[in-house]
């Protein structure tokens, strides 16, 4: 049987990873992806990605690294997804792995307009999501976790939007059959969320938000969370599959 993927862009930050665990311990639950069938590429690291013919599906996670420094091992990642792309892999990037797809696939990633938005947030979503095969399941308002200071600014030809917040226009993108990507964090807990406008507050004080406020309203994003699992029961990938 093929693996499945976690494609490691990132580390989550010392403090949080101590406590909470890392993103691929969290991607794994929150798709509920076999531990036997799971391999995780730390491509930040200078791990090599196998051929997307050999995988059976991939989850690209986020990062500290900013998609616009064009980093050796993000180009090359970029390439890698154009080429899963071409045999229509089941592809499935959050935040960093979310702008890295819309940048391999022709469209444009910049600092947000505005400042960082960090949070747990209202998300709305369009009525193309009413025929996506994965996105058709949601309500036309949920809440999601949010922290990202780039977003995409322009999405590729082609490329449905299916979801947005009030400050950005493209958090959930479907690119052809198999792949999607969300700016949001759907593999986030709240205690996560919480740990990480803590670690950020002096940043958020420092450009005007209020890390207090921001810090209380985080909720629980159930529907959120859902996402990632119905991906991966849609592309036969997750552990009850």
């Given at each position: 049987?093929k693996p499945v993927l976690i494609i490691r862009t ?77 045999v229509e892999l089941p592809l499935f990037g959050v ?30 979503v369009s009525q193309d999501a009413r025929h996506d ?109």
């Amino acid at each position: 049987m093929k693996p499945v993927l976690i494609i490691r862009t990132g580390r989550a930050p010392d403090p949080i990873r101590a406590r909470h665990g890392d993103f691929p311990h969290w991607f794994r639950l929150g798709a509920q992806l076999s531990v036997a069938r799971l391999r995780v590429i730390d491509v930040a690291a200078g791990e090599t990605l196998p051929a997307p013919e050999e995988v059976a599906g991939a989850l690209i996670t986020g990062s500290a690294a900013m998609v616009t420094e064009r980093a050796p091992w993000s180009e090359r990642t970029a390439g890698w997804i154009r080429d899963a792309m071409d045999v229509e892999l089941p592809l499935f990037g959050v935040c960093y792995g979310h702008q890295l797809m819309a940048h391999a696939l022709g469209g444009r990633v910049d600092y947000l307009p505005g400042g960082r938005e960090i949070g747990t947030l209202p998300i709305q979503v369009s009525q193309d999501a009413r025929h996506d095969p994965v996105a058709s399941a949601l309500p036309s308002s949920f809440r999601a976790h949010t922290t990202h200071e780039q977003s995409v600014l322009e999405v590729p030809r082609g490329v449905a939007v299916l979801a947005s917040s009030a400050r950005d226009p493209h958090h959930l993108l479907r690119y052809g059959r198999n792949a999607m990507s969300v700016q949001f964090h759907p593999e986030f807990n709240a205690d996560v969320m919480r740990a990480y406008i803590h670690r950020k507050r002096m940043d958020m004080h420092r450009e005007g938000f209020d890390p207090h406020h921001t810090f209380r309203q985080v909720a629980p994003t159930p529907i959120a969370r859902r996402l990632l699992r119905h991906f991966a029961r849609h592309h036969g990938i997750a552990v009850s599959q």
